[in-house]
């Protein structure tokens, strides 16, 4: 869980004649993460593609062209097929003819109707103007124009215009006709003059039609025709859809499957006789990968385990590099030699270059249990956790869920976020979504369970409802919102801070863990074992009695007893001798981290920060508590006893005795202010749940990334993708 899945490098080494058949093996396993060879081998050259590479290629492209112009996608896969050559390249060219003409057509139909709506835009200003359009053109003796400008402006400027004996304008909004007499260039002597100009539609255009509202009318009615033909192509498209979806899919995994055996050789190191590949596959599956080859290819392949790659760096001078570990006795042996001649070199002989072909960082595999696995979409948005890093995932999963319930606390807002979870679920074929679902629902789940223990139900008390209050009795907690529970809230501000402590102690360790085994123990006590001293020593002095008038009383009183205490622990603080043992712990922290990375020190605050960071745990579930609380007094209105304040949920008024109403609420104002009231109260009680996920949500997501991630995790890995392919649209013959 807290280490990714141990990885192995090996290499297979065989002779040309069986690259195909060894090619095809390991495809099949999925599990080898093939490493590029780099060219750093003397007398090795990269492979090349095999024969038909070029073909498939093409043909890959043209299925996935198709599939894009169709619209297919995974939700319109049908039945798993087996599909022979011939029959895929007749099918593909049937389908490409097909869909090309059909595509064609309705890139045609598409571009007319385009055309019909900018001509119909066009028209628009000749049709206010009423002007017939053959009566806008063809004139020796007239200038005639139609467009926008000031009317009142032109006829000025024709009026003061020498060569102009006579015009007629007409107007219809902003929209200008201009009949000028004689015929001279109007764009001339219009300069200055505000007026765009239109072009006059062509006779030809109109079908015949003079009229403006005919011109417009013959083009409605060729768009209704041209609309009618486009949606019988659609149709004919989603048919052909429908019927060749399922083959278009199978033909796209199929051919990509064909490609990558094609396109393998280029990661190898190959002489004129022989190959060499390697990679990383999880040390548990070598056998696995050992055995298949020598059953599909015999003895001409060499199967070796090269290295068993370390969780920390076998050098210990922080180099980086992953440390190398011997195999198992037996585990590493060759399965065969090379055509009975051992390792290969450039000219057939043996090879004696041991020195990796490329990158020897070995990929990752987040080893998670399945309930964890979703929440590595918060560790990834990070980034994946190199080979040698402990990986998080695991304490997010539990800490995370922990903090957003505890905020929220809510058997409503928790039934609806466990909902939205399992909506997600339901709804999205994404993975990624499939697991936000996941984490929004294990989030809700938590807010119920302490919603239960609150005692809260959309931030109504359990206790005070009719009928329920007799199946529950009281909560086991509060929230400490009510004047007369203050000892609560100051609880789970002392509550949190420890939260705090705990979370960075486990950050600090996994740093130290990492540290020693990279570096040794004195590199770990130098570089983190301060932090964890000062850390721990600054909190045992805080929480003892040193100064205790100076330091808050809270911390004193929430643990012990009396009216003070929210839990009788009777725990009033630490004895001074503690505190000064803490002090002593801080003060040694403070020197090894001047003996480690002494530029350290000036952080040396974040023993105190980041832990009081962790109080926004607290403020954020007054905050929503006080949220929720606002929304149901303006909906029910409240009263105040000797018990404490109470919603006027079955009462219209206070009963004698009780104080004055606070506010006598909006159900009890009549049906005017009734519908008020339950708007204010879904919009109010959705605007909660809202702020809820951004509040809670972020606060607790920054606290992961900010204070605990960033001790220890770098992040940066490289994802394990084994050479293979998980079939969904076909089956092997």
């Known amino acids: 869980m807290l280490r990714p899945e141990r990885m192995s490098r090996v290499s297979v080494t065989g002779s040309k004649r069986v690259m195909d058949e060894a090619i095809e093996t390991v495809h099949d396993l999925n599990l080898l993460h093939v490493t590029d060879y780099d060219g750093s081998w003397e007398g090795f050259e990269p492979g090349d593609t095999a024969e038909g590479a070029e073909e498939v290629s093409q043909k890959l492209v043209t299925v996935r062209a198709l599939e894009s112009t169709l619209g297919v996608d995974a939700d319109d896969a049908g039945r798993v097929r087996i599909l022979e050559d011939d029959e895929l390249d007749e099918e593909i060219e ?107 539609p062509e006779l030809d255009d109109a079908g015949g039609a003079t009229s403006p509202e005919a011109y417009v009318e013959e083009l409605r009615s060729r768009r209704d025709e041209l609309e009618s033909e486009l949606e019988t192509v659609e149709n004919e498209l989603d048919e052909l859809k429908e019927e060749v979806a399922d083959f278009l899919l199978a033909a796209e995994e199929q051919l990509s499957i064909e490609a990558q055996k094609r396109e393998a ?69 060759p399965v065969a030699a090379t055509d009975g001649a051992g390792e290969v070199r450039s000219d057939g002989g043996y090879a004696t270059d041991d020195r990796p072909m490329g990158n020897t960082e070995p990929p990752v595999e987040q080893d998670n249990p399945a309930g964890v696995r979703p929440f590595q979409l918060l560790t990834q948005a990070v980034g994946k956790p190199k080979y040698t890093e402990i990986d998080p995932t695991f304490v997010v999963f539990l800490t995370f869920p922990l903090m957003f319930g505890f905020m929220i606390g809510d058997i409503g807002y928790g039934a609806v976020y466990a909902g939205i979870g399992y909506y997600l679920m339901r709804n999205f074929d994404s993975e990624t979504f499939d697991n936000l679902g996941k984490i929004t629902a294990a989030a ?107 330091k808050p009383a809270l911390i004193f009183e929430v643990f012990s007893s009396g009216e003070g205490a929210a839990f009788a622990l009777g725990f009033s603080g630490f004895s001074p001798t503690v505190g000064y043992v803490g002090v002593a712990m801080t003060a040694v922290g403070i020197a090894l981290l001047a003996l480690g990375p002494t530029y350290e020190l000036v952080e040396i605050h974040q023993v105190l920060a980041h832990v009081l960071s962790y109080l926004r745990i607290a403020a954020v579930l007054l905050a929503k508590a006080g949220m929720a609380f606002a929304v149901n007094l303006l909906f029910f209105g409240a009263y105040r006893d000797a018990e404490g304040f109470h919603f006027l949920l079955t009462k219209a008024k206070a009963p004698a005795g009780a104080e004055e109403v606070m506010f006598p609420g909006l159900i009890h104002g009549g049906a005017g202010a009734l519908l008020a009231g339950i708007v204010v109260l879904v919009v109010g009680h959705i605007v909660v749940m809202i702020l809820g996920i951004t509040s809670a949500g972020i606060q607790s997501i920054r606290l992961e990334y900010f204070e605990f991630f960033s001790k220890f995790y770098e992040a940066g890995g490289d994802d394990y993708s084994p050479f293979g392919h998980e079939r969904q649209f076909t089956a092997e013959e």
Request: net charge negative.
């Open 94 to 200: 049937r389908i490409r003819t097909a869909v090309n003409e059909l595509d064609d057509r309705r890139s045609a139909l598409e571009e007319e109707l385009r055309t019909v709506d900018e001509r119909i835009e066009t028209a628009r200003p000749f049709v206010e103007l009423g002007i017939d359009i053959d009566l806008l053109s063809g004139y020796e003796s007239l200038s005639t124009a139609v467009g926008e400008g000031d009317a009142d402006e032109l006829r000025a400027a024709l009026a003061d215009a020498d060569a102009v004996d006579a015009f007629e304008l007409f107007e219809a909004d902003e929209y200008v006709a201009m009949f000028v007499a004689p015929a001279v260039d109007l764009e001339d002597m219009l300069v200055g003059t505000p007026f765009a100009a239109y072009e006059v």
């Open 265 to 333: 050789p280029l990661s190898f190191a190959t002489t004129d006789n022989a190959f060499v590949s390697e990679g990383w596959i999880p040390s548990e599956r070598f056998t696995d990968l050992a055995e298949a080859l020598g059953s599909s290819v015999g003895d001409h392949v060499e199967v070796e385990e090269l290295e068993r790659a370390d969780y920390r760096d076998g050098s210990l001078g922080g180099s980086g590099e992953t440390g190398r570990e011997a195999p198992e006795p037996g585990v590493g042996d």
């Open 444 to 550: 809700g789940i938590v807010t119920l369970v302490f919603g239960v223990l609150y005692g809260e139900v959309f931030g109504l008390h359990l206790d005070t409802l009719p009928v329920v209050e007799t199946v529950y009795g009281s909560p086991i907690i509060e929230k400490g919102l009510s004047p007369d529970s203050t000892e609560w809230a100051e609880a789970w501000f002392v509550i949190t801070a420890l939260f705090g402590v705990f979370h960075l102690n486990l950050a600090w360790t996994f740093e130290f863990v990492e540290e020693y085994s990279f570096h040794g123990l004195r590199a770990a006590l130098e570089e983190v074992g301060g932090w964890l001293l000062a850390l721990n020593g600054l909190w045992l002095f805080v929480f003892s009695t040193i100064g205790r008038e100076t």
